[in-house]
């Protein structure tokens, strides 16, 4: 784990924006953590206008998310989830369908996601990046302050016609 080289993100005044947190439901104790540091940075940022949804697990955050972003219904998406290593290649098909599932929503619709999405070897380092008393790092906060910074850079950039 890293845990360094974080950049400083201030997203600006992006209390106009519709956000959805779209999270897995494996894991409950990191998930937990995860979606409570995502909407603790909502709440600081000012953003009102948002909401949750749950699915079963990270290899269905991508079908939530293109929902959500095709429809317009939001202008930045925080995707939240935990796939821990176990003893079959489960572990990489769904890393990898999480991961490459979700750059394809946010190029193809142009909606920005955070990644929040944990690929640990245990659930210690789950729990580590979780944002609970006593993590080391709160993903599920910063993803929110990636996918908020984003949607601001991208509101101000000119628009080809």
């Known amino acids: 784990m890293s845990g360094t080289g974080a ?3 201030r997203p600006g005044d992006v209390t106009d924006l ?3 947190v779209v999270a897995a439901s494996w894991h409950e104790q990191v998930m937990n953590g995860l979606l409570d540091g995502a909407l603790r940075c909502l709440d600081e940022a000012g953003v009102t206008k948002r909401f949750v949804v749950r699915v ?39 890393c990898q369908a999480a991961t490459v599932g979700l750059t394809h929503v946010a190029v193809e619709t142009g909606v920005p996601i955070g990644f929040g999405v944990l690929t640990c070897d245990t659930v210690e380092q789950a729990l580590d990046r979780a944002g609970l008393a006593g993590s080391r790092e709160d993903r599920g906060y910063e993803a929110a302050q990636a996918a908020l910074t984003t949607a601001a850079t991208l509101r101000d ?5």
């Open 7 to 9: 950049p400083t993100l």
């Open 18 to 20: 519709r956000v959805a």
């Open 56 to 94: 079963p697990g990270s290899f269905e955050l991508p079908v939530a998310a293109a929902r959500l972003a095709r429809d317009r219904t939001v202008d930045a998406l925080v995707a939240l989830g935990a796939v821990i290593r176990g003893g079959t290649p489960h572990f990489d098909y769904v």
């Open 157 to 161: 950039l000119p628009v080809s016609r």
